[in-house]
Every structure is written in C-alpha cells, then in structure tokens.
C-alpha cells in the first residue's frame, strides 16, 4: 500500500482562502498588512522563493515591497536597508532571505529587524519568546509542518518524532514546538554526530528530514505506516533532490512530497505570521 500524499501546494490555497478575509478586515480597519523581502545576490533558489512570496502577497491581498541588493553588497549598507523597513509604517513584516552570501554575518542582521516587524520567527526575542512558551511569530517551516499534520490528522501526541538536521530554520525550532504541551511529542533531534542514526529513525512515528543530503532516508530505514517529511533541497546535475529516497513512499504512511509539500507551507506560514502580527497591532 503507498502512503497518503501530505499536499502542501493544495493546503497552502486552503490557507490562503481563509487568510483573504482576515486580510480585507484589517484592511478595512486601517491595518493593512504589507510584507518586504530583502534579498542579497544572485542565488536562483533564494531568487525564485522570493518572487514566489510576492506571487503569494498578490494572491491574498496584501502588499509587498522587494529590497534586492547586489552580491557585494556591505553589512552597514544591509543594516541600513533593514533601519529603513523598521521605520517604514506600510512594512509592517519582513524577511531577510536566507543564505547570505558568505561575507556577510547574518546574526547581528536577523537582531536588527524590529521584533515587531518579525515575520519569519527568526530574530532572537521571537526564538526566546519559543524557548519561554510566550508568543511570538513561529519560524515558517517547522510551523508549516505541525500545520501540514493537523490538517491530515496525523497524531503527534505521544508521538516518537525523529528530526534530522540541526539548523536554525527547521531542525532546532521544530524540537521545541512538537515537544510543547498541545502538541505532546517525543523528540529525538539527529545531527553529523548521531552514532546510529538508521536505528533512531527505524523507531519514528514522524520522521522530519532536514539534512540537505539527497536521498538520506531510505525505505529500509522507516517504521512501515510512519509519517515522513522532506524538507531538504539540494541542487543536482539531475535537477532538484530532496533528503527521502522515493522509495520510502511504498513503506510510509504519510509523506511530504518534495516539490508540493513543505515548500508551499513554509510560504503558507510566513504570510499566516504577517496576518497574525497585524492583527497583533489592532489590539
Ligand atoms: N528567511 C528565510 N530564509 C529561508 C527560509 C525561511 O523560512 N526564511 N526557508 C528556506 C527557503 N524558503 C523560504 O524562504 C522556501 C523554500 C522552498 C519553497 C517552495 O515553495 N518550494 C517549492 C519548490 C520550488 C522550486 O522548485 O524551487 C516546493 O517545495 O514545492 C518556498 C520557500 C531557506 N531560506
Ligand atoms: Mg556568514
């Protein structure tokens, strides 16, 4: 038996068809929300997620401001950009694209957005906020996935949970969000260090990969009827590969299609925080 496609392409319309009136009411009330990006350089992913955001504000109505900035751009003239956004009362959320190339240093830039302007859930106050159980704007892709699986009814309480990967977008927030008292999970949280990590996966209910390593999670390596999430993307000669060989969908019960599942959730979320944080400053 093959498993239950998690569609997220099809649940992100679902997300944007209630988001459009809860739009049009803050319009209306003279709280319209507006997203901007800012965007350093010429990665084509980083490229084609950010018009894909854009493509999304049009769609539910709110608007949106692109800061693209070249290559060789500096810290302070990056910093300058963000100061001009915090100031800015139709930026009422924004997002730095992620990566920066590499001279850049990304921590004091994520610090130096306004809290209140968060929108990715990315800045230290939002990631404390999570820590504490306070709210704050969630990062877009862990909250995307807890999203995905409440929509399919896929328990998660009680639930034996192996995350792959330790970043800072997926991996780490996603072990504090699943490990909350709504959501009651189990977390194991596996990284380059992890000594066995077929054996940690084999005992998943919900495996969430974010390695960034084509084909990692093999079908040999699943519980048969587990849930499994692929969030990583890695560019190949062959084109686009996710972390889940594709036959582990012959073993699992659910699975994230990569394109199709995580991708457009994660673009779901961030405008579901942009909405909730104007909401947030109506009181
Ligand atoms: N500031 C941030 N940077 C990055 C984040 C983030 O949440 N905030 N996450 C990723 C990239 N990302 C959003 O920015 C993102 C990745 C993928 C998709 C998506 O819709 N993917 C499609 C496929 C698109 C393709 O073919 O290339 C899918 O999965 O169906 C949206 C957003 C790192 N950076
Ligand atoms: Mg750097």
Not at 213 to 242: F, H, Q, Y
Not at 272 to 281: D, G, H, K, S
Request: net charge negative.
């Amino acid at each position: 038996m093959s498993a239950t496609i998690l569609d997220g392409k099809a649940t992100k319309e679902a997300i944007f068809d209630e988001l459009r009136p809860r739009v049009a009411r803050l319009a209306e009330q003279g709280s319209a929300p507006g997203l901007a990006t800012v965007l350093v350089g010429d990665d084509p992913g980083s490229h084609s997620y950010v018009r894909a955001k854009h493509n999304d504000c049009a769609k539910v109505g709110i608007k949106s401001i692109r800061k693209d900035l070249p290559a060789d751009v500096s810290q302070a003239e990056v910093e300058a950009v963000l100061d001009e956004l915090n100031a800015d009362p139709a930026c009422t959320g924004y997002i730095v694209q992620l990566p920066l190339p590499k001279h850049l240093d990304a921590g004091p830039l994520l610090e130096r957005i306004a809290p209140e302007k968060d929108a990715d859930g990315l800045h230290p106050i939002s990631l404390g906020r999570l820590v504490l159980g306070e709210e704050a704007p969630l990062p877009c892709t862990p909250r995307g996935i807890i999203e995905l699986l409440r929509r399919y009814d896929v328990p998660l309480n009680g639930a034996q949970v192996a995350v792959v990967g330790r970043g800072i977008t997926v991996g780490r927030p996603i072990g504090l969000l699943l490990t909350r008292r709504s959501e009651n999970a189990t977390v194991t949280l596996c990284h380059t260090g992890t000594k066995d990590l077929a054996a940690e996966v084999s005992r998943a209910d919900v495996v969430i990969a974010a390695a960034g390593k084509p084909n990692l999670i093999t079908a040999d390596m699943v519980k048969p009827g587990a849930a499994v999430l692929d969030v990583g993307v890695t560019r190949t000669e062959a084109g686009l590969s996710g972390d889940v060989h594709p036959d582990v969908a012959e073993v699992a019960g659910f699975i994230s299609p990569n394109p199709g599942g995580v991708g457009p959730m994660t673009r779901a979320m961030l405008l579901t925080n942009v909405v909730e944080a104007a909401e947030r400053n109506l009181g």
